[in-house]
């Protein structure tokens, strides 16, 4: 199992940003896939979620704000993010399944920092 994060950096509030994952070694299509976040200091924080037939989950702290896709003929996740806010910044996982996983089922992240 292997996931792969990228897209994080420094964002101004109300800024932009979208984060990839790049998924490979499991059966990605059929898999739910969520996205995470651990804020400095702090724990886990589920942030979405979307299943293999599409059914998608928003965490209420991101809703309106962020959106979740996938590709499953790249074997590919997407979370794009609007509106970012200073208590978004955080430490971005891609995990399997809905939730924010284990260190087995998580990649190494993608820093996001809002910062004016």
């Known amino acids: 199992v292997q996931l792969m994060e990228s897209g994080g950096g420094l964002v101004q509030p109300g800024g932009s940003l979208t984060l990839s994952c790049a998924a490979s070694?499991?059966?990605?299509?059929?898999?739910?896939m969520s996205w995470a976040r651990q804020a400095p200091g702090k724990g886990f924080e589920w942030v979405s979620a979307?299943?293999?037939?599409?059914?998608?989950y928003y965490a209420d702290s991101i809703k309106g704000r962020f959106t979740i896709s996938r590709d499953n003929a790249k074997n590919m996740v997407y979370l794009q993010m609007n509106n970012l806010k200073f208590e978004d910044t955080a430490v971005y996982y891609c995990?399997?399944?809905?939730?924010?996983?284990?260190?087995?089922?998580r990649g190494q992240g993608t820093p996001v920092t809002v910062s004016s």
């Open positions: 995990t399997i399944g809905h939730g924010y996983g284990t260190a087995a089922t």
């Open positions: 070694g499991f059966g990605f299509s059929g898999a739910a």
């Open positions: 979307i299943y293999g037939d599409g059914t998608i």
